[in-house]
């Protein structure tokens, strides 16, 4: 075992408690983690290729859907270097790389896709808390979703339209997947 502080790895400082105190507090269980995370670290060029890589893009003036990795309901994206990592909603990272995530800023989603990654003032908008709850509350969403029924109803949509265009973007798919099976070729009931 080596004196040196130096080839010790930065351990020789542990399990030195002093008296009437404990020693190093164990970490709590989601603190620890494999790497370093950076909540600041910037998106990568590799991570932005690859962000793109993944999002379908509807016709027109459609949804951008984001078809990686599902947290919740929501997209997520995770990106390392330097050793350290990040991890950020797809949204929030399509706002981050276009500069507009400053801070307190959220990701807003006027089509109330929540795969949708498409910045555009019908689609995903960097905003506010309190200004994301009033448009929630007008499209009578109630915007912070505390039922867990509701919070699984969305997961599983979220599931379902990723699977519908994981092949690409497709207009039949991805309505039965938002819920809307009603066949599109038959008129509406009154
Ligand atoms: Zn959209």
Not at 3 to 24: T, V
Not at 111 to 137: F, G, K, M, W
Request: contains cysteine; positive net charge.
């Amino acid at each position: 075992m080596s004196s040196s502080p130096e080839s010790s790895s930065g351990r020789w400082f542990e399990d030195i408690p002093l008296p009437g105190m404990d020693a190093c507090p164990q970490p709590r269980p989601a603190a620890r983690r494999s790497r370093p995370y950076d909540s600041t670290l910037p998106p990568t060029s590799a991570a932005i290729a690859a962000f793109y890589s993944r999002v379908v893009r509807a016709p027109g003036n459609g949804c951008h859907i984001w078809t990686g990795a599902i947290s919740d309901g929501y997209g997520r994206i995770t990106w390392r270097q330097g050793g350290v990592s990040r991890t950020e909603y797809a949204h929030r990272f399509a706002l981050l790389v276009a500069g507009e995530l400053t801070d307190g800023a959220i990701g807003e989603h006027r089509c109330n896709e929540p795969l949708c990654v498409r910045l555009d003032p019908d689609h995903l908008i960097a905003s506010t808390q309190s200004a994301n709850l009033l448009y929630a509350v007008a499209c009578g969403r109630t915007g912070i979703i505390r039922n867990t029924t509701e919070r699984h109803d969305r997961h599983a949509r979220s599931l379902a339209v990723r699977e519908a265009v994981s092949g690409g973007w497709n207009a039949k798919a991805y309505a039965q997947a938002c819920g809307n099976t009603a066949p599109l070729d038959e008129p509406p009931l009154f």
